[in-house]
T-cell receptor
Framework: AQSVTQLGSHVSVSEGALVLLRCNYSSSVPPYLFWYVQYPNQGLQLLLKYTSAATLVKGINGFEAEFKKSETSFHLTKPSAHMSDAAEYFCAVSGTGTASKLTFGTGTRLQVTL | DAGVIQSPRHEVTEMGQEVTLRCKPISGHNSLFWYRQTMMRGLELLIYFNNNVPIDDSGMPEDRFSAKMPNASFSTLKIQPSEPRDSAVYFC??????????????FGPGTRLTVL
């Protein structure tokens, strides 16, 4: 079985500051890992995914995430936050040997202040 | 591609009424998922289909909920009778199953259901 834990339900950063959203996973098989973003009143949109190629994954809008097997982590970062990054972010995991069922974390709401 | 299409976008109904939510997945995708999102419970997987066959419905809250996928391009989620606690945003997502799809799911815009 797979699961993900997102540390911090709310994160607040200043515009221009580093964004760090934490995600730890648990999986009995090599995982596929994802970050999704949800803007207000919209569906979830894929930011980036890890599927066992490069451990550092670059996504849209300047976000990237690094897969660290030793730490079972897949933290999301962005060097400089923008006001438009304010949204809810979900980490998700699926097993490579299964159908594409995803297990989502509880989400982290990112607030960006001036 | 038009993406995943859901209808209606908003639904307001009274307790006891039947509600039907509709979803058209992305053409060529063979997996379809129904989720419910609330403030209290977050994002919950209700049911998912592979090749139009229900694979896992363990997330369906109770017998009042049912889902069908009569063909590869259409699915419905029905609530009968509806109750105020069913108020939520319901999302449909589709994907290409297996390694070819890379596990990515594509979400629709959601249906906001309010049961009075």
């Amino acid at each position: 079985a797979q699961s993900v834990t997102q540390l911090g339900s709310h994160v607040s950063v200043s515009e221009g500051a580093l964004v760090l959203l934490r995600c730890n996973y648990s999986s009995s098989v090599p995982p596929y890992l994802f970050w999704y973003v949800q803007y207000p009143n919209q569906g979830l949109q894929l930011l980036l995914k890890y599927t066992s190629a490069a451990t550092l994954v670059k996504g849209i809008n300047g976000f990237e995430a690094e897969f660290k097997k030793s730490e079972t982590s897949f933290h999301l970062t962005k060097p400089s936050a923008h006001m438009s990054d304010a949204a809810e972010y979900f980490c998700a995991v699926s097993g490579t040997g299964t159908a594409s069922k995803l297990t989502f974390g509880t989400g982290t709401r990112l607030q960006v202040t001036l | 591609d038009a993406g995943v299409i859901q209808s209606p976008r908003h639904e307001v109904t009274e307790m006891g009424q039947e509600v039907t939510l509709r979803c058209k997945p992305i053409s060529g995708h063979n997996s379809l998922f129904w989720y419910r999102q609330t403030m209290m419970r977050g994002l919950e997987l209700l049911i998912y289909f592979n090749n139009n066959v229900p694979i896992d419905d363990s997330g369906m809250p109770e017998d009042r909920f049912s889902a069908k996928m009569p063909n590869a391009s259409f699915s419905t989620l029905k609530i009968q009778p509806s109750e105020p606690r069913d108020s939520a945003v319901y999302f449909c997502a589709s994907s290409l199953a297996g390694l070819a799809g890379g596990g990515m799911q594509y979400f629709g815009p959601g249906t906001r259901l309010t049961v009075l």
